[in-house]
């Protein structure tokens, strides 16, 4: 793989902030920096000039870029005791402290592995009729890889292993078809999903959610902009709202200490005071 | 003189990685970054069987967590564990490499790219090649290699790799790895 220094990866973070308005200055820089040396492998572009250079002469092409920099590649259903717990006591609680009607939000959603579980576990409750799922996303190429339903299959062994410990009630493969060894998942579960393409610092975010699923994002940016997001996230949701992240992210030492209640230690579940 | 060990180990590590950490004196004065497969869905249980016998605290870290020495930082399980900016541990759920994550390449490399030649970068009994590209990059960064001795190692795969690819500083067995980081007060 090839490899790129800090200052190349200053110098390609000021070009997409220049030219394209995404601004990635505050993102933790090693993982940054390696994604940026996988673009430049994976389009064979040999050196960072050259992706600059690509960048700066095809517009078109910082749709894929952003892609391919924000993927933070998952599975489904990972850490399948977070959704036991959604299930069996999370929601429940949730609609009885917030009433039935129930508004979810994805900030920062690349692959759709957490928007499919999460519509296939409320479609096993029986609740996603009733939940508004909100989408929103960095750049067109994630939203149209979730509409799409597409997904990886490397991701397809250890999806299925964790659908079933996390107590789903068929079987995974229910909820996708292979063809031409490709997986894609059933679409109609998304079909009341609302995908937005927005920075969520700068333009205008949903308001009165009652869950947030924002689970291994904030492990991407660096303290200054996990505080930054934290605060908009809070923002956005109603008292008494549910924020999951991810099990080895932490807000006790952020923004989240003071305006969120710890209620799952081994799951990172937070109440919003 | 140095700055940090890093470790990684697979199959048949497990004992000898106990065995380092029960040897390691209380002061040492670098931490010690552990990057070892394990199973991605059992979170719990790998953590404590390492302490029990060990002589440093170890911590499975969270994302940001600052460095400190004297202290061992086992990569969480279904993460990838980095070296930040600033010493901090940084953690990603990027695709495994090579099937792996924690990927121990992963560790090593931005290891070697944080503390460069004050690293020492350990590779243990293993099935599969993981941490052999890394170890070069230690190498690459003027950091000091070791491999446990294949004749030594539960399953050699690991070791021989990472040989293969690197001329390494020194092939030692557990007792000569523990002897070896003891005399670097």
Redesign the interface.
């Known amino acids: 793989m090839p490899e790129i220094g ?1 200052v190349e990866t200053r110098n390609i973070i000021n070009v997409i902030n220049q030219k394209y308005n995404y601004d990635f200055s505050d993102y ?4 940054l920096k ?2 940026i040396e996988k673009i430049i492998e994976q389009n064979n572009l040999k050196y960072p000039d050259i992706l600059i250079n690509r960048l700066t002469d095809e517009p078109q092409f910082i749709h894929p870029f952003i892609d391919q920099l924000t ?4 599975e489904m259903f ?3 005791s977070l959704w036991r717990l959604l299930r069996e006591e999370i929601l429940p609680t949730l609609q009885n402290e917030t009433g039935k009607d129930l508004k979810i939000w994805l900030p920062f959603s690349v692959s759709g592995d957490e928007l499919f579980s999460l519509a296939i576990m409320l479609h096993e409750m029986n609740l996603l009729d009733k939940a508004s799922i909100l989408v929103s996303a960095l750049s067109e190429t994630s939203i149209e890889t979730m509409k799409s339903g597409i997904m ?1 299959n ?1 991701k397809e062994e ?1 999806s299925c ?2 659908y079933v ?1 996390a107590n789903g009630k068929l079987a995974l493969p229910k909820y996708y078809t292979l063809t031409d060894g490709r997986i894609t998942r059933d679409i109609s579960l998304i079909k009341n999903v609302r995908f937005t393409k927005q920075n969520i610092e700068t333009e205008p975010v949903p308001q009165n959610i009652k869950l947030v699923l924002f689970r ?1 994002k ?3 940016f ?2 200054t902009l ?1 505080n930054r997001i934290l605060k908009t996230i809070y923002n956005t949701m109603v008292p008494n709202g549910i924020l999951a992240i ?5 807000i006790s030492t952020l923004y989240g200490n003071n305006n969120f209640i710890r209620i799952s230690k ?1 799951e990172s579940i937070y109440k919003r005071k | 003189m140095y700055k940090a060990i890093v470790i990684g180990g697979s199959a048949g590590s497990f004992q000898v990685v106990t065995k380092i950490l029960s040897a390691l004196p209380k002061d040492l004065n670098v931490p010690v970054l552990l990057s070892l497969h394990r199973l991605k869905h059992v979170r719990s249980g790998f953590l404590e069987a390492l302490m029990l016998k060990s002589n440093i605290p170890i911590i499975e870290p969270d994302d940001k967590e600052q460095i400190k020495p004297g202290r061992a930082y086992l990569a969480p399980a279904n993460y990838h564990m980095y070296i930040e900016l600033g010493n901090r541990i940084a953690l990603s759920t990027e695709e495994p490499v090579n099937h792996s994550r924690p990927s121990i390449d992963l560790s090593f490399v931005t290891a070697a790219q944080a503390y460069r030649d004050k690293l020492i970068g350990i590779i243990l009994s293993g099935a599969n090649s993981d941490g052999s590209y890394g170890l070069q990059k230690v190498k690459e960064y003027n950091g000091l290699t070791i491999v446990q001795d294949p004749r030594e190692c539960q399953v050699r795969t690991m070791s021989e790799a990472a040989m293969k690819l690197t001329q390494v500083d020194h092939v030692y067995t557990t007792d000569q790895i523990i002897n070896f980081l003891l005399k670097l007060k």
């Open positions: 800090i933790a820089l090693t993982s390696r994604r993927t933070g590649s998952t990972r850490d399948p990886l490397s250890i292993d964790n410990r291994n904030m492990i991407y660096n303290t996990q991810g099990t080895k992210e932490s081994t």
